[in-house]
C-alpha cells in the first residue's frame, strides 16, 4: 500500500530563513511525486512535479529514491510563502494521494 | 481556459434534501475527479471517471451519486446526507495517464443540518 508521510504538522520560519519541508514515501512502483500549495482562500495549486526538476517560487525539491524522501527546500523564505503544503503522491496513472500536510508560517 | 469551476461555493442541505454539485472544465482534460475535504485534513479521493466512465470508486456511501454527462462536465448528486458529510467537496481534472498533472477546482462548501 502507498503511504505519504510529512512529519510536521506546523513549521515556523523567520523571514530570508531557509526552509525545508519534509515528505518521505512508500511505494512498491515506480513513484511520480507533487507538492501542492493551498494559500489561505486560494484553491489547491500544484507548486512542483519532481519529473520536471524545475524551480517554482524558489522553491525546489528532488526525489530521492534511496531515502525514499521528496522534501520541498527554498533557500530564503518569504512571508507569502505562509501556506498549507501537502506532498502527493501519483499511482495507478490517476489516484493522487495526499500526506496530512504541512502548515508553514514565516514570521516577519 | 485552465480553470475547474464548481458550483455552488456553499450549499447547505437538510438530510432529507437531494441536491447536487456541479463541476466543469474547457481543458480538454479526459479524465475528472471528486475529492473529500474536512477541516485540516488533506483531500480524500472518492471518484475517478476517465473518458466518461467511472473508473475508481473509493468504496464511497451510496448517498453519493457521480455522474459525468459528457467530458467537460461532472456531478455529483446528493441525497440523505448525514451531518459527518459536511466537508469540502473538490474537483479536479486532468489529462490522465502516467505524468499528468491534476488541476483542482475552489471547491464547494457542504454543510448537512
Known amino acids: 500500500a502507498q503511504r505519504v508521510t510529512q512529519p510536521e504538522k506546523l513549521l515556523s520560519v523567520f523571514k530570508g530563513a531557509p526552509v525545508e519541508l519534509k515528505c518521505n514515501y512508500s511505494?512498491?512502483?515506480?513513484?511520480?511525486l507533487f507538492w501542492y500549495v493551498q494559500y489561505s482562500r486560494q484553491r489547491l495549486q500544484l507548486l512542483l512535479r519532481?519529473?520536471s526538476r524545475e524551480s517554482i517560487k524558489g522553491f525546489t525539491a528532488d526525489l530521492n529514491k534511496g531515502e525514499t524522501s521528496f522534501h520541498l527546500k527554498k533557500p530564503f523564505a518569504q512571508e507569502e510563502d505562509s501556506a498549507m503544503y501537502y506532498c502527493?503522491?501519483?499511482?495507478?496513472?490517476?489516484?493522487?494521494?495526499f500526506g496530512t500536510g504541512t502548515r508553514l508560517t514565516v514570521i516577519p | 481556459d485552465t480553470e475547474v469551476t464548481q458550483t455552488p461555493k456553499h450549499l447547505v442541505m437538510g438530510m432529507t434534501n437531494k441536491k447536487s454539485l456541479k463541476c466543469e472544465q474547457h481543458?480538454?482534460?479526459?479524465?475528472m475527479y471528486w475529492y473529500k475535504q474536512k477541516a485540516k485534513k488533506p483531500p480524500e479521493l472518492m471518484f475517478v471517471?476517465?473518458?466518461?466512465?467511472?473508473?475508481i470508486n473509493e468504496s464511497v456511501p451510496s448517498r453519493f451519486s457521480p455522474e459525468c454527462p459528457n467530458s467537460s462536465l461532472l456531478n455529483l448528486h446528493l441525497h440523505a446526507l448525514q451531518p459527518e458529510d459536511s466537508a469540502l467537496y473538490l474537483c479536479?481534472?486532468?489529462?490522465?495517464?502516467?505524468?499528468?498533472?491534476?488541476?483542482f477546482g475552489e471547491g464547494s462548501w457542504l454543510t448537512v443540518v
Open positions: 479536479a481534472s486532468s489529462q490522465g495517464g502516467l505524468g499528468n498533472t491534476i488541476y
Open positions: 511505494y512498491s512502483g515506480s513513484p511520480e
Open positions: 519532481h519529473i
Open positions: 502527493a503522491l501519483l499511482f495507478e496513472a490517476n489516484n493522487l494521494f
Open positions: 481543458m480538454g482534460h479526459r479524465a
Open positions: 471517471y476517465s473518458y466518461e466512465k467511472l473508473s
